[in-house]
């Protein structure tokens, strides 16, 4: 019952929100300055989260920036706030969502001209084709083909400069090594990506990383 009873508010919440927007759509000049600022914290507050490695926090600031700049109505804004949520999603794990985003900041960015943001995101786009073909490969047991395209994932991610693409990946080569029975080039791969897991604050790449290791030990 209570479950019904948040579902219906939300729904009502949501039908005024939309019919507020659609028959108000202009907002003053000082709406809009608060709502930058707004966004602007949400924002600064997120990437602190991030930097933090508390991905789930920054998350929830970002969607916050995120709402606003579509209240506003700033796709430039919006298209900054999700390519960062693509970012935190690959963070997480959630290769899907994190697609999903980079393709809709993307598509924003190709409509702005925003040359940076656009190479920034069809980059992260072709890593995380390249990763979820590298994974595939390994299951298939074709493992030379693993390599090749977790290789070409770490170039991408070294030429984006996003440390967060290349760990991921580090770790991913390094259990194609693994049962190539290639425990040197394991070790290697697992050794580099703790090293930027420690320097994200990526606290569970690091316990996977070191689980790895552990297990090379053995």
């Known amino acids: 019952m209570e ?7 939300i729904i009502r919440l949501t039908c005024f929100c939309l019919i507020f927007f659609f ?8 709406e809009k300055t608060n709502m930058q600022q707004e966004y602007s914290q949400f924002f600064t ?25 579509l209240k506003m109505t700033d796709e430039r804004k919006q298209c ?19 697609s999903r985003y980079y393709e809709d900041s993307s598509k924003l960015a190709l409509k702005l001209n ?12 072709n890593i995380n084709r390249l990763y979820n073909e590298g994974k ?3 299951y298939d047991g074709d ?19 996003s440390q967060e693409h290349k760990l991921k990946c580090l770790r991913w080569i390094s259990l194609t090594y693994y049962y ?16 930027l897991a420690k320097i994200l604050n990526h606290e569970i790449e690091q316990a996977r990383c070191l689980i790895n290791l552990g297990n090379y030990g053995n």
């Open 23 to 30: 028959f108000n759509p202009s907002l003053s000049a000082s």
């Open 80 to 98: 900054e706030a999700l390519s960062k949520l693509g970012l935190l999603y690959w963070n997480l794990g959630k290769m899907n969502e994190s």
């Open 180 to 195: 190539q029975n290639k425990l040197d080039e394991f070790k290697i791969a697992n050794e580099e990506a703790l090293e």
């Open 136 to 138: 595939g490969f390994r």
């Open 114 to 125: 925003l040359k940076d943001e656009l190479f920034k995101c069809q980059t992260a786009l």
């Open 3 to 9: 479950k019904t009873k948040n579902l219906n508010f």
């Open 45 to 69: 507050q997120a990437e602190k989260f991030r930097l933090d490695g508390e991905y789930e926090k920054s998350v929830e600031s970002l969607e916050k920036s995120l709402d606003i700049a």
């Open 143 to 161: 493992y030379e083909k693993s390599i090749d395209s977790y290789k070409k994932a770490i170039n991408l991610s070294t030429e984006l400069g």
